[in-house]
């Protein structure tokens, strides 16, 4: 079955970097769209970036254009979204999304 682990998050300070990762398996992975979504304390799951299965196309949320960038290594099966600038409003629980199947998240904290 599809399977997704997110790793990578911890507690930064405002304005460093941090870079998620996220393992698949259970599905060939080379052929499908994968995303990172976000969820913060209190709101609603959000969607942060995607990318297509040869990574030829990026789309990210416009209010983390510049700051945010997704990509893939397909023969590792492996997604990561490498974060700079990051802000307290950045703080939330990052998630992989693959077919039809959601990570159980990484958390990330921004805080000085």
């Known amino acids: 079955q599809v399977q997704l682990v997110e790793s990578g998050g911890g507690v930064v300070q405002p304005g460093e970097s941090l870079r998620l990762s996220c393992a698949a398996s259970?599905?060939?992975?080379?052929?499908?769209?994968m995303s990172w979504y976000r969820q913060a304390p209190g709101k609603e799951r959000e969607w942060v970036a995607t990318?297509?299965?040869?990574?030829?196309?990026?789309d990210y949320a416009d209010s983390l254009k510049g700051r945010f960038t997704i990509s893939r290594d397909n023969a590792k099966n492996m997604v990561y979204l490498q974060m700079s600038g990051l802000k307290p409003d950045d703080t939330a629980v990052y998630y992989c999304?693959?077919?039809?199947?959601w990570g159980q998240g990484t958390q990330v904290t921004v805080s000085s």
């Open positions: 259970g599905f060939t992975f080379s052929t499908y769209t």
């Open positions: 999304r693959g077919p039809g199947s």
């Open positions: 990318i297509t299965p040869t990574g030829g196309r990026k």
